[in-house]
Nanobody, 127 residues
């Protein structure tokens, strides 16, 4: 059984940085992992994804150049380095894994494509 556990959320001022981490256990094959976020009153949206095989990454346009997703296959740890944070980045951030089926441009940042989720961690950016 796959289990995901996030850590690293918190509060920061605009322009600051945070790193989120997700520890994954029980994964035994190549897979896609991603970070999603959900702001209060809004739908969950994809932030960044990465494929364990070739480390291909994909980003939401609003975070390109500011966020970096990385995956340590040996440790099964997924990180999200977030720089130049903005108040609009305030949300609960979720780690997710897609352990069955292919990842492609049509599903890498789509919540329904992922079958395993962490509990979420709050990120608050003040102006």
């Amino acid at each position: 059984q796959v289990k995901l556990t996030e850590s690293g959320g918190g509060s920061v001022q605009a322009g600051g940085s945070l790193t989120l981490s997700c520890a994954a256990s029980g994964i035994q094959s190549t897979y896609c992992m991603a970070w999603f976020r959900q702001a209060l009153g809004k739908e969950r949206e994809g932030v960044a994804s990465i494929y364990s095989g070739n480390k291909f990454t994909d980003y939401q346009a609003s975070v390109k150049g500011r966020f970096t997703i990385s995956l340590d296959n040996a440790k099964n740890t997924l990180d999200l380095q977030m720089n130049d944070l903005k108040p609009a980045d305030t949300a609960v951030y979720f780690c997710a894994a897609r352990t069955q089926g292919m990842c492609h441009s049509g599903n890498r940042l789509v919540p329904t494509a992922y079958n395993t989720w962490g509990q979420g961690t709050q990120v608050t950016v003040s102006s």
